[in-house]
């Protein structure tokens, strides 16, 4: 892609490449390097898996047990962040936690597995 | 409120006139009073008595007490205050005493008769001298004080006191005020449950204001008494409560800080305080320097020594009272923002960037300095079974970037990122060696260049890649000394999601295949069903079934 582009990006081509062929790189790469050399940032990496762990749970509980008790565990989960874990969600960003809150989360990750297999029985795991 | 409340009130009320009023409204009644209020109200004054227990007039329990009442209510008799007084106090006379010279009968009342049986088995009072010339009231808008010669009787609260007559007009000067003072004194005892609730608010309230130093009390035998305010330090025992909560707060804070055994950590904390209580105390944080230092000074401080936000909360919170003298994260942010916009801090750029002149060398003190004291750590990287793949074989020189390493190539991993921000918006490149401890802090980063930049587009992230990818070229071919071996460096390209994907090419953060490792598709629609069924779905989690990407795709 990056010889492809030399001169300017996908629209500048006399003839521009299909989406098969550009997969979705239509400027010129500013470096070569492995897909596999690209990480995002820790911060933001603890931002979004700390979130979607949480949501994970109350997926995991409507999955096997409904949406009444899914209510419930998610109840349950905001009083044991803030009453055990100890960390409230931030007022802006949606109501996210912050990275140093994710990091708590993940320090007392064993309160919010307790609660979760009060709900989930460990055995439907193996199923 | 008893008497000696009243008096100590008016022994430190200097401004008594003021209150007259207040007090007239509250309606005293005495004895003499009663008696002359039934001699001016029924004709026939056998119907209603003076008890001498209360001092109050009470209409007798009769036939014609109770026609009496009938007429007052149906108003066949013209009815006075006086009139409606009486009609609310019927009660049964349980001891006849005597009948004054006004011709109306005293005696004790029912409930005062049973209230103290030694009263009740005692001889009554002689029956007093009344002052005729005195007009018959109920109120202070006249209030006679003649004809309390008398001693009183013992189980009444009169003081025993010799007075003249005085007619008392409110706010009529010192000699007025005195007598009223008196007055109120001497018939304190017959006014009613509110009205003592009153004046004991009155005087509660006057003595919480004033708080006077003295109060000399003159009681009834003329004896005078003073009570002075006396101080009695509490330090000692309040003191040692203050230090077990202070101690308290600072487990608390502490427990916060570091994710330790609670036990071990009150344990840490004990015995610093006690050696610190050994030691005679630390002043750790002196109160009067830190109120005076100015809230500019102490972001001078924060933006020196890189203390966050969070970081300054908590030293607030852990200096606890000493530490409200600090300025709050919301002053110091208005502080900054005021600083920003003075003429001799504002910002000006000529549009060119400022960069390291080589990097290379910045990064390879880095690595020395991280050998030299040990803290170089060894990042192995992981093969398909998840165990780390052993480095052993030397680095001997690439000669394209693009060409990737063996696996079993020694190796050192070096970060490059981007990130734009800052008041005027610039993008600031960061290097950082991933062999130690803690990469990702600023403390053990390299601020590679910063570029001013309102936006971080394909454009403007060209010309710095003019800038910084030759040097990672460079870095790349060659690789570093690590305690005298040469190492390969494995670049890894780090941040924000908008920041790698257009430095790879994408033409922003939601096109049709957005993942940097594989081709899957965003979603479904109703014309890519081909496309998803060959590139995959990022809708199905796990089962995306994408293609890898390879370094081929950049190529």
Redesign the interface.
């Known amino acids: 892609m990056a010889d492809a582009y030399a001169d300017g990006g996908n629209d500048t081509l006399s003839t521009p490449l299909t989406l098969e062929e550009h997969l979705s790189i239509e400027n010129r790469p500013l470096l070569i390097i492995d897909p596999s050399h690209i990480a995002p940032m820790p911060l933001h990496l603890t931002l979004g898996i700390s979130v979607y762990l949480l949501r994970l749970g109350i997926e995991a509980v409507y999955f096997w047990c409904g949406r009444v008790p899914a209510a419930t565990y998610a109840e349950n989960l905001a009083n044991t962040l803030r009453q055990s874990v100890g960390v409230a969600p931030t007022p802006y960003f949606n109501g996210a936690f912050e990275g140093r809150q994710c990091q708590k989360i993940g320090q007392r990750l064993s309160m919010v597995c307790e609660l979760l297999a009060a709900f989930v029985p460990a055995a439907l795991s193996k199923n | 409120m008893p008497p000696k409340t009243l008096a100590t009130f008016c022994s430190t009320w200097p401004s008594f006139s003021v209150v007259v009023d207040v007090l007239a409204t509250v309606c005293l009644r005495h004895s003499e009073a009663s008696s002359r209020l039934i001699a001016l109200a029924l004709q026939d004054k056998s119907l209603a008595f003076v008890c001498y227990g209360c001092s109050r007039a009470c209409v007798r329990v009769s036939r014609g007490a109770e026609r009496w009442t009938s007429a007052v209510s149906a108003g066949v008799i013209q009815a006075n205050d006086d009139t409606n007084w009486l009609v609310g106090r019927v009660r049964r006379c349980s001891k006849r005493a005597f009948v004054d010279t006004v011709g109306v009968s005293w005696g004790l009342c029912r409930p005062c008769y049973a209230s103290s049986p030694a009263r009740a088995r005692a001889a009554p009072p002689p029956p007093p001298q009344m002052c005729e010339a005195a007009p018959p009231s109920n109120g202070w808008r006249a209030v006679s004080v003649c004809g309390v010669q008398e001693a009183p009787a013992e189980h009444t609260l009169f003081f025993e006191q010799r007075l003249p007559s005085v007619n008392i007009a409110p706010r009529a000067g010192i000699v007025a005020m005195t007598a009223a003072l008196r007055a109120a004194r001497l018939s304190y005892a017959s006014l009613e449950g509110p009205q003592v609730a009153e004046v004991a608010q009155l005087v509660k309230k006057h003595l919480t204001g004033t708080r006077p130093d003295e109060i000399v009390v003159t009681f009834a035998n003329g004896r005078r008494r003073k009570y002075a305010r006396v101080y009695r330090p509490a330090k000692d025992k309040f003191g040692p409560r203050q230090v077990r909560r202070r101690a308290a707060l600072a487990a608390t804070t502490i427990g916060?800080l570091f994710?330790i055994d609670p036990g071990m950590l009150a344990a840490s904390m004990a015995d610093a305080a006690r050696r610190a209580q050994a030691s005679g105390g630390i002043a750790v944080a002196p109160a009067a320097v830190l109120a005076a230092l100015p809230v500019r000074l102490q972001n001078q401080f924060l933006m020196d020594n890189g203390v966050s936000g969070?970081l300054w909360r908590r030293f607030r919170l852990l200096l606890g009272p000493i530490g409200a003298d600090l300025a709050t994260g919301q002053t110091l942010r208005a502080d900054r923002r005021a600083a920003e916009a003075e003429l001799r801090n504002a910002a000006t750029t000529n549009g060119e960037g400022a960069f390291l002149v080589a990097p290379r060398v910045a990064l390879q003190s880095m690595i020395d300095d991280l050998v030299a004291t040990e803290q170089f750590v060894e990042r192995f990287e992981r093969g398909a079974d998840g165990a780390d793949i052993a480095t052993a074989s030397p680095f001997l020189g690439h000669p394209s970037?693009?060409e990737?390493r063996a696996a079993d190539v020694r190796c050192v991993q070096v970060?490059f990122?981007l990130?734009k921000g800052g008041a005027q918006s610039t993008t600031k490149a960061v290097l950082s060696c991933v062999n130690q401890e803690r990469p990702?802090s600023r403390g053990n980063t390299l601020l590679y260049g910063v570029f001013p930049a309102a936006e971080d587009d394909?454009a403007a992230?060209?010309a710095m890649?003019d800038v910084y990818?030759p040097d990672?070229d460079t870095l790349r071919m060659g690789g570093v000394d690590v305690d005298g071996v040469r190492r390969a460096v494995?670049?890894?390209?780090?941040?924000?999601?908008q920041f790698?994907t257009?430095?790879?090419?994408?033409?922003g953060v939601s096109?049709?295949?957005?993942c940097?490792?594989c081709?899957a598709m965003m979603r479904l629609t109703k014309t890519n069903g081909e496309?998803i069924a060959?590139y995959g779905n990022m809708q199905n989690g796990s089962r995306a079934g994408g293609k890898?990407?390879?370094?081929d795709?950049?190529?």
């Open positions: 916060r994710a969070s970037p693009t990737m970060c990122g990130d990702c394909h992230l060209s890649a990818v990672l494995q670049l890894i390209l780090t941040g924000d999601y790698t257009t430095w790879c090419g994408h033409l096109r049709k295949m957005p940097q490792r081709t496309l060959i890898p990407r390879t370094i795709h950049f190529k």
